[in-house]
Structure formats: structure tokens, C-alpha cells
């Protein structure tokens, strides 16, 4: 047994490292490794990795154990085998002589049974083999789908967080609405502008679990292109309490001084206005949560530019919408866009460049007084005017 003090264990969640590995383009182990200099930046060739994989709090995790490379040595040496103790169970790393003698005779036992089962059951596998076969050819299209066509809500939005590089999207409302009952379809309404048909075509050319659909283009002041984008997707649902998640999301919110509107108790809708910023904070609050709260509609909407529209129906499945970190990115570079504000100079007019040599002014608030020489020597000051 390794002693405590001689080796040091990472855990990561599977699934985050299949995202980042999913959104990087790189490969299992590089994103592993870059994981792992976050905590232990001075991983060399002096120390040795062991891989496992774990389940631990309800979780897949993948646990990295780090040993110095001359300590492991001398117990490949000694034939001796190598474990550890974590989370309270044993973990091996190596195996001595002895083991590796004996799992080479059970894998050898193994292989005796096995052949033996095919010689004497031979022919029922081979009707087995034959109904499978059957049954397989015998699955629809659709069946298939709702196996390998699922595009979870933060992919969605990490296409946007590619193009706010390139162009300056607007986004005015959006609604999110999720049917669990027709193949777990997710279809959003995007309300847009600055961002043409094309450029859509270019975020979701290639992902065809998304189907794109753009009816015409509305053209405002200064040619600005605007778009109403239909999105339909397949999404694992997540599930929870529909009263429940109601009640959550009136209490999360009347910590950060909303507006309530209404609440609808038959069908679990909360309507109410809120600021952009005390939106975002409570997006922000909400990622901490360990909980799912699934909402079967979302529904979005600039009042001004301070005020948002909201409308929420809690549900028993539906999307986890506020728990994607793409989508808190969206909403800060696609809809929460603050306007330039253009302070206008302030000019002295003609009329008192005419009385005389200007010497200064004073800003007080919108009005600006200005002092100039007379023809005659004289100081004197007369008040301005912003234009």
C-alpha cells in the first residue's frame, strides 16, 4: 500500500471534460492535461500519471494519480504491486509478480468457459443472433433519432459565442418553447438584426441536428438587416416538479427587486420585469445551483433598456435554459447591448464670437457662461446655451 504522502489524486467530472474536449477540438488527453496544470502546474517528466475512472457523488470522474517517477521504479523493481487508498476503497496501479501470475491463469479459465459455452449453445446463438437481426431492421428512422440527434441547449448557444467575434448581433426577444411529448423537440424564435441569412447559414451549415428556418429580411434606418430566426432541435430534457420549480423561481427572484406581473397556478407561468442587470446577476446566482429546474417555455423581451419581459412555465421535464454558461454569454453580447451616448460639444455662438477676443468659460451643469474683452478693454461674461 502507497503510503498517503507519496502520491496525490485530481478528480474531474467526465462529463465536463467531454464537453471542453467537444468544444476545443483536441484530443481526451491534452484536455485532461490542461485540466490538470490548473491545480498542479508542475507536471514533468519527473512525476507519473495513473488514469481511472470512478463513480463518485452521483458522478462519473476521472481520477488522475500523480506518483515521482523514482518512487514508482522501485517498486516495479521489487515485482511488488502498487495501490492507494481513496474516498475509502483501494485502488491498484501496478500489479506484483503474484497477481499477474493469477489474473493470467483466470483470464486463461475464462477464455476455457467461454469457447466451451459457444461449442455447446452454438446453435441457440445462432436463432438469437437471427431475432436481433430482426428486431434491429425492424427500428424506424425516427427511433434512431432520438437516439444520436440530441443538441444540448448550451451547444446551441456556443454558436453565437463563435460569431459575436465577427459581427455585432442584436437580439430583441426570443422564445423558448420545449415539447417532451413530440421527440423532446426544442424550438426557439429569435427576433435579430445586423446578422443576414447567410451568415445563419454559416453558424449552422454544417450541424444538421439544427434545422434553420428564415422566412424574410426587414430592412430598418441605415439598411439594417433584420431577421426572425426559427430553430427546431432535439435536447435531453431534464426533470424536476413543476409547482416546485414555480416557487423556486418566485423566491430566487424577489431577492434582486423584480416586478411580478402575474402568476398562473393551473399552468405553472410566472410573468414579471426585471433590469438587465439584476438579470444577469441572477443568472449568474442560479449557475451555483446543483438542482435542475425545468421550464417547458421561456419567453424574453427588451422593454427598453433598462427592462426586460419575462415569462416562465415551470414543468415536470422541459430545458435547464438558465444553467448554460453560452447562453449568460449570449444574452451579455447579443441582447444586453448597451448604446453609445453622444455628448454633443458645446460651441459658443457667433453671436459672441462677434462682441469680442474670448478669454474662457465655465460649464455649470447645460449651461456654459463665456468671458471675452470688448472692443473697448473691458471684460465681460454672458451665459451660453447647449447645442
Request: charged share 30%; net charge negative; proline share 2%.
Amino acid at each position: 500500500m502507497l503510503d498517503k504522502n507519496d502520491y496525490t489524486v485530481f478528480t474531474f467530472p467526465l462529463v465536463n471534460l467531454c464537453k471542453k474536449k467537444w468544444f476545443e477540438k483536441q484530443s481526451f488527453k491534452n484536455t485532461i492535461l490542461e485540466e490538470l496544470e490548473k491545480h498542479y502546474p508542475s507536471v514533468d517528466t519527473e512525476v507519473h500519471r495513473f488514469y481511472r475512472l470512478r463513480f463518485i457523488d452521483k458522478k462519473i470522474q476521472v481520477l488522475v494519480v500523480l506518483v515521482e517517477t523514482s518512487l514508482l521504479e522501485s517498486y516495479e523493481i521489487e515485482k511488488k504491486s502498487l495501490r492507494i487508498v481513496f474516498e475509502k476503497k483501494k485502488i491498484c496501479l501496478l500489479k506484483g509478480r503474484t497477481e499477474k501470475i493469477i489474473a493470467k491463469l483466470a483470464l486463461f479459465s475464462l477464455l476455457f468457459l467461454f469457447i466451451m459455452t459457444i461449442f455447446f449453445v452454438g446453435f441457440r446463438k445462432v436463432h438469437e443472433q437471427a431475432f436481433e437481426k430482426e428486431s434491429i431492421e425492424n427500428i424506424s428512422e425516427d427511433e434512431e433519432l432520438l437516439r444520436f440527434d440530441y443538441l444540448s441547449i448550451d451547444s446551441f448557444f456556443y454558436f453565437f459565442y463563435i460569431e459575436d467575434e465577427k459581427a455585432k448581433i442584436n437580439t430583441e426577444s426570443f422564445h423558448v418553447i420545449f415539447n417532451g411529448e413530440d421527440k423532446n423537440e426544442v424550438r426557439l424564435q429569435l427576433n435579430m438584426e445586423r446578422i443576414f441569412p447567410e451568415d445563419i447559414d454559416r453558424l449552422f451549415g454544417f450541424e444538421k441536428r439544427v434545422h434553420v428556418s428564415i422566412e424574410n429580411v426587414a430592412y430598418g434606418k441605415e439598411n439594417t438587416p433584420h431577421i426572425q430566426l426559427n430553430c427546431v432541435f432535439r435536447s435531453e430534457p431534464v426533470y424536476g416538479d413543476a409547482v416546485a420549480t414555480r416557487l423556486f423561481y418566485r423566491k430566487k427572484f424577489e431577492k434582486y427587486n423584480v416586478q411580478f406581473i402575474s402568476e398562473n397556478l393551473l399552468d405553472n407561468t410566472l410573468t414579471l420585469r426585471i433590469r438587465h442587470d439584476a438579470f444577469l446577476s441572477f443568472l449568474h446566482s442560479y449557475q451555483e445551483e446543483q438542482v435542475p429546474y425545468p421550464l417547458s417555455s421561456i419567453s424574453l423581451s427588451k422593454q427598453n433598456d433598462e427592462f426586460v419581459h419575462l415569462v416562465l412555465t415551470s414543468a415536470n421535464e422541459g430545458v435547464d435554459l438558465f444553467a448554460s454558461l453560452y447562453f449568460k454569454h449570449f444574452l451579455e453580447n447579443t441582447f444586453f447591448i448597451k448604446k453609445e451616448i453622444i455628448h454633443k460639444p458645446l460651441v459658443q455662438s457667433e453671436e459672441k464670437k462677434e462682441k469680442g477676443q474670448s478669454v474662457g468659460k465655465i460649464v455649470d451643469g447645460k449651461t456654459t457662461t463665456f468671458f471675452y474683452k470688448t472692443e473697448e478693454g473691458k471684460m465681460a461674461k454672458e451665459e451660453g446655451v447647449q447645442k
